[in-house]
């Protein structure tokens, strides 16, 4: 069963973000341009420096039947959300072993976050100091491990391949979509449901983001708050949710009849060795990362259509990215549509790989680069590097085989880039 | 004032409603908490803390294990209430 470089394709995409409770309506917004971002009007943001977020379009206790979410972080509440959504749209009905067309042992789960179950902790810690010691809620320690939401999936589906939950900050999503394509080509599974998940909308997290100078102080204008490449950028804002992918191999794909989105090309993985925070400003551990991808697949950089960047609003990573891909890709960087989908969704951090992995895979599968909003002026080093799309969505070719790549980046100066392209 | 042995299964049956989700008609003496009430080891923690502090009663870890059903458990109240 074993093999070293099987084809791997995408086949079932789910979602819960700011902008909906599903692929569908994310995408939707997305297309159109709707920011997520909204004013904080919790008691708690009055005090902060921070009083904006994009907070999930549809509360997961609305999804999540009340016994099952209470013993659930909020960052696995979303991942199962997401990870329902993708499996039943990958055409499996059951879990694997109880009528599912997948043998248990060759499905694995990767699910990961940034930060794991920082509410739960915190939360179970203010239990503690105000109502002491008996109060404590036994499922506090599932619920807070940052393999909660990647082992809650597992059972969801009867993942027994393995599951995993590779934590690298804002790249974690991505990384967990990387590792499973790898499962796969490798020959560990033929099925692997992966993404990101994350929900650290929390006075802690704002407080400790906001006096890293990380984030957006924009309080007045929430929507307009995230602009990245625009001169005025001054910060991410924070967004909660997850994304879901199911990945496949194509021959296990083909054999159920199981419609494709995407092929999953393959991933580029590289750090900075640079800084704990700052970004290398030259964007060489991110070019390190994209020649690693063209190094490790058979991506041909002319049919590279779309980037759906990481791009956060921040005054120095966006525009290291974009010279990061002018460095490596040279002219064929001219026809690549750069989409910078945070401007509406708000940073998921762990979360972001996967939402915008739905968001690369639907681009390639309706052909079409959602805008980046916001840009009033765009920063002449964005426009130099880059042809960003901006203000609407732009059509991709209709068409040839396509391919987009989508970009993350972590404090720790990890990078991850995932390659997808048409089949 | 100390509760009656109705009142003991009516506050077990919201207090496993909320836990567990069964409806609060289903919680009867007789039911058992794992087998018929989807009250795993876990969740026994949670019914335990929150019957001791509705009821005003201590219950040792130890003692949690003899509460199979929730006629045990109404007996244990009734018995050790302050």
């Known amino acids: 069963m074993s093999s070293t470089n099987r084809t791997v394709v995408v086949t079932g995409i789910g979602a819960t973000t700011p902008l909906g409770g599903d692929a569908a309506s994310t995408w939707e917004g997305l297309v159109a341009g709707r920011s997520g971002v909204k004013a904080l009007e919790q008691e708690w943001a009055a005090e902060q420096a921070v009083r904006i977020a994009a907070p999930v379009a549809v509360e997961p206790t609305e999804v999540i039947p009340r016994p099952q979410a209470r013993r659930l972080d909020r960052s696995a509440q979303f991942a199962l959300i997401a990870a329902k959504e993708a499996w039943a749209d990958a055409g499996y009905t059951d879990k694997a072993g109880e009528g599912a067309d997948v043998d248990p042992n060759r499905l694995g789960a990767v699910i990961a976050s940034g930060i794991g179950g920082v509410t739960t902790l915190l939360d179970q810690y203010d239990v503690l100091k105000e109502k002491g010691v008996r109060r404590v809620s036994p499922h506090t320690v599932p619920m807070l491990m940052p393999n909660g939401p990647s082992a809650n999936v597992g059972l969801l589906v009867g993942a027994r391949a393995g599951v995993h939950t590779p934590v690298s900050a804002c790249a974690s999503g991505a990384e967990a979509i990387g590792y499973g394509i790898e499962m796969i080509r490798t020959g560990r599974a033929d099925v692997v449901i992966a993404g990101g998940t994350e929900a650290a909308i929390h006075p802690l997290p704002i407080a400790a983001f906001g006096n890293m100078m990380a984030m957006s102080k924009n309080n007045d204008d929430p929507q307009g708050a995230s602009r990245p490449y625009d001169m005025a950028r001054d910060g991410f804002v924070l967004g909660e949710g997850a994304g879901v992918i199911v990945l496949e191999s194509a021959e296990h794909a083909a054999r159920r009849g199981a419609r494709v989105y995407a092929e999953a090309v393959g991933q580029g993985i590289s750090a900075d060795g640079h800084d704990i925070v700052q970004p290398e400003p030259e964007g060489l551990g991110i070019s390190h990362a994209l020649q690693n991808l063209l190094d490790n697949t058979d991506l041909n950089p002319a049919e590279i259509v779309h980037v759906n960047a990481h791009a956060t609003s921040t005054p120095a990573g966006d525009v290291a990215e974009l010279k990061a891909l002018r460095k490596v890709f040279g002219d064929d960087t001219d026809h690549f549509a750069v989409s910078g989908t945070k401007s509406m969704t708000g940073h998921l951090l762990g979360g972001a790989g996967g939402v915008e992995s739905v968001a690369t895979v639907l681009a390639l599968y309706h052909r079409v680069a959602p805008p980046t909003i916001n840009i009033d002026n765009i920063d002449p080093e964005a426009e130099a590097n880059a042809d960003v799309v901006r203000g609407e969505a732009r059509k991709l070719p209709v068409e040839g085989r396509i391919a987009a790549l989508n970009d993350s980046f972590g404090f720790g100066g990890h990078n991850v880039v995932l390659a997808f392209r048409t089949v | ?82």
């Open chain 2, 1 to 82: 004032m100390a509760a009656t042995q109705e009142e003991i299964v009516a506050g077990l049956a919201d207090i496993v409603n909320e836990i567990a989700g069964i409806p609060v008609e289903d919680v009867q003496l007789d039911k058992s908490f794992t087998d018929d009430l989807d009250v795993d080891s876990l969740s026994m923690v949670e019914v335990v803390v929150a019957a001791e502090e509705r009821f005003d009663v201590k219950i040792p870890d130890d003692d949690v294990k003899d509460l199979k059903t929730v006629g045990d458990a109404t007996n244990y109240i009734l018995k050790h209430q302050g």
